[in-house]
């Protein structure tokens, strides 16, 4: 048997004799808090993340395709329906789906309350899987193509504002020279959370856009893209722009929708935070667990030293026993973390202020290639601290710890 992987196991089996025992369950206890809490960090972060990012892609889209216009209100100028670049960016396999969509500034009137907003007119061909998921009530409109349906999807927020109800009938003004008005009944409620989105957009049929607007059969107002992979957003973007006419402009989401992206950024750059603070704090306290084993075993040593073992030979049995307690608190650090993250996504405990946090409670995204990330760099980053206390082995004379009393 190798004597430094005995020597070492001796060591640990001296629990509760030694005043290091307790110390050991400290330092197995430091690392596992720091596990668990890296873990809910990281699974919270992605969670709150792709949730917000979910809402905003229902309501918009990943990439947004229209005419330049100098005009920055919600009007738009028509896009005719045989561009030649559209076949072009529809065989692209980066690109998931495109829809046709067309916006137009209302003013939605009830009995009591009035409210201007933008009507979002789509298609019988819009892809709904991105947007379906924030309806809460009612369903989604049952559009047809030769024919003008009078429905209309309102946000929870409109609803309550207005005093609304699922079937109601709503009175409609377009915002135009002579207004013009129509009566649309409401077949659903959304509900995004976000309120800079909910108390702006209201979805309906495409065709009444371009009865009202005067625009011909096929037209309308811009392009939504939705693409496979977000990481390729970039590089999506400049592949369009080379295809597309330079009459066209291509916006990302997060040019659409700035604000949201950069609070992403500040969240990222607080995890770093939290990062290095938990590894400083799991450092320090794994540091002081070696110093007090070895100081507690310094005649130990001081024989190991007598008898001819090289310092780095003793500097294995601690950094050993180390090791076994950063494993031991990893294992701990990960029954806690996965698990409160797992009652957390399947009971919902926690509860969120929706007008705050965009939603009702605190979601949970499982990345199972980040939890082994955290767990080989807790483990690879504090056993290289852990060298800077066996340092200390190297200046106890032999003599002299051979005489130190307990």
């Not at 992403?264 to 306290?285: E, G, K, P, S, T």
């Amino acid at each position: 048997m190798n004597i430094t992987f005995f020597l070492a196991e001796k060591i640990k089996n001296t629990k509760n004799q030694t005043f290091s025992s307790l110390i050991i369950k400290i330092g197995v206890a430091s690392i596992a808090i720091s596990i668990s809490v890296l873990l809910i960090s990281f699974f919270v972060l992605f969670g709150f993340k792709n949730t917000i990012k979910q809402k905003l892609f229902g309501i918009s889209s990943h990439i947004q395709i229209s005419k330049i216009t100098l005009n920055r209100s919600f009007e738009e100028a028509s896009m005719p329906n045989n561009l030649p670049f559209l076949k072009k960016i529809e065989n692209n396999p980066e690109i998931k789906s495109i829809n046709k969509v067309g916006q137009k500034s209302i003013i939605l009137k009830s009995e009591e309350e009035i409210s201007g907003v933008v009507l979002k007119g789509v298609d019988e061909n819009y892809d709904w899987s991105e947007f379906e998921t924030n309806i809460i009530a009612g369903r989604k409109l049952n559009l047809d193509k030769d024919e003008i349906k009078n429905e209309v999807i309102i946000s929870e927020k409109i609803k309550k504002d207005l005093n609304l109800k699922l079937n109601d009938d709503l009175l409609v003004y377009f915002i135009q020279d002579p207004p013009r008005a129509r009566k649309l009944k409401i077949v659903g409620i959304y509900d995004t959370n976000v309120e800079e989105l909910d108390q702006v957009y209201v979805l309906g049929d495409l065709k009444l856009i371009q009865k009202i607007n005067g625009w011909n059969e096929g037209q309308y107002g811009h392009l939504e893209v939705f693409i496979n992979d977000l990481s390729k957003l970039d590089i999506l973007k400049e592949q369009l722009l080379d295809q597309i006419p330079v009459e066209f402009q291509v916006l990302k989401i997060t040019e659409i929708l700035p604000q949201f992206f950069d609070w992403f950024n500040l969240l990222d750059r607080n995890i770093l935070m939290v990062i290095v603070l938990i590894l400083v704090v799991a450092a320090f306290n794994m540091i002081s667990v070696l110093l007090i084993m070895i100081m507690e075993r310094t005649p130990m040593v001081g024989l190991l030293k007598s008898i001819g073992t090289s310092n780095r030979k003793i500097q294995n049995i601690f950094l050993i026993n180390g090791s076994k307690i950063i494993i031991r608190g990893m294992i701990w650090g990960n029954i806690i973390g996965f698990g409160l993250c797992f009652l957390q996504a399947k009971f919902h405990f926690i509860k969120l202020d929706a007008a705050n946090y965009y939603m009702s409670f605190v979601p949970i995204e499982w990345d199972f290639k980040v939890a082994v990330l955290i767990n080989i760099g807790i483990f690879m980053a504090v056993l290289l601290v852990l060298i800077i206390p066996t340092w200390f082995i190297q200046k106890i004379n032999p003599v002299k710890a051979l005489k130190y009393k307990d």
